[in-house]
């Protein structure tokens, strides 16, 4: 075998050093260390890339400038406003003018229009019922819910069902929207108020006992005959002006019917009973003021139709 340190002209190639690198040429030098060790492995200090670092230098320059044109440091109050004057609140707030502008017309119409004649018209009663859905969910959903179903724990109606406290016409409706529900904010606000039996020494708690068996019994409901037969004569005595002799309820005067299987605030025995001890006071803001009377008009036009319109 020949020997590639003895270059003679038997084993010469061209260029030699491809076949016989050079032992002692030196190699390249690793490059410095951050001084960081992790189980032996050292970590390379090398520089960063040129193209990282001029990505890096044009954000900055970038963030500089946004600073300058746009809304960015916040103050006590507000934020600069940058030298274009730019604002997402101000481009909602056009975005909206403009949808306003292009249904004005149908806004007009739903205030032209008697309200019972609405129904009649089915292009204006579809843009009722929508624009009332939208204004529904942003104003009513929170007490009645998303579909209207109420919140029977917190005495917030069901607005889906055939029962109406203060009446389902257009016009009740409208109303009840318009001004609402013993509220302080409109002389014109829906009023009653239901007698305190118990608390305010009216009843007997015997006689609350027999009444609220009475109760049971009117809806239909399992209850004892001999305090329900006792009961009748304190209903009629106390109860049936509002009421109604059989339970059905007065909406001139808000009074919620008795002789269903649907409650506003519940119907066990607890629930009647704590009804009748304390007294309910049920208060729903009037949205005169709030909202434009079309808007108005339009929420009720989506109530009335949600299921048990009158």
């Known amino acids: 075998m020949v020997d590639p340190t003895n270059k003679t002209p038997d084993n010469k190639v061209s260029p030699p050093e491809r076949q016989y690198p050079d ?51 916040p103050m006590v109050t507000r934020a600069t406003s940058g030298i274009l004057g730019y604002s997402t609140r101000g ?31 089915g292009e204006l009663q579809s843009f009722a019922v929508n624009a009332g859905a939208a204004v529904f969910r942003a104003q009513c959903s929170q007490c009645h819910g998303t579909g209207g179903a109420g919140v029977q724990a917190s005495g917030f109606p069901n607005l889906l069902d055939d029962e109406w406290i203060w009446g389902g016409t ?14 302080e904010d409109h002389v014109d606000a829906r009023w009653s108020a239901m007698p305190a039996f118990g608390q305010d020494g009216i ?24 305090l329900a037969s006792a009961g009748e004569e304190i209903y009629l005595a106390n109860c049936a002006s509002c009421h109604g002799d059989s339970g059905e309820g007065d909406s001139f005067v808000g009074a919620p019917a008795l002789n269903s299987a649907i409650w506003l605030y519940g119907g066990t025995y607890e629930d009647i009973r704590y009804s009748v001890v304390n007294s309910r006071f049920g208060i729903m803001p009037g949205f005169a003021g709030r909202l434009r009377d079309a808007e108005i008009r339009a929420v009720a036009s989506y109530v009335h139709q949600l299921g048990g319109g009158q």
């Open 203 to 226: 009843l007997e708690e015997d006689e609350i006992d027999q009444v609220v068996h009475y109760v049971l019994r009117l809806s239909g409901q399992q209850a004892d005959a001999t």
């Open 23 to 73: 032992p002692k040429a030196k190699l390249k030098k690793d490059p410095p260390t951050t001084g960081h060790s992790w189980d032996g492995i050292e970590e390379y200090d090398n520089p960063m890339p040129r193209w990282w670092l001029w990505t890096f230098y044009l954000t900055i320059i970038w963030a500089v400038i946004y600073m300058i044109l746009y809304p960015a440091w």
């Open 170 to 183: 257009m016009e009740d409706i409208h109303e009840t929207v318009r001004y609402g529900i013993r509220n």
């Open 91 to 121: 481009e909602v707030a056009a975005e909206i003018a403009r949808f306003d502008q292009q249904n004005q017309v149908w806004f007009d119409r739903l205030v032209e229009t008697d309200l019972d004649d609405i129904r009649a018209d």
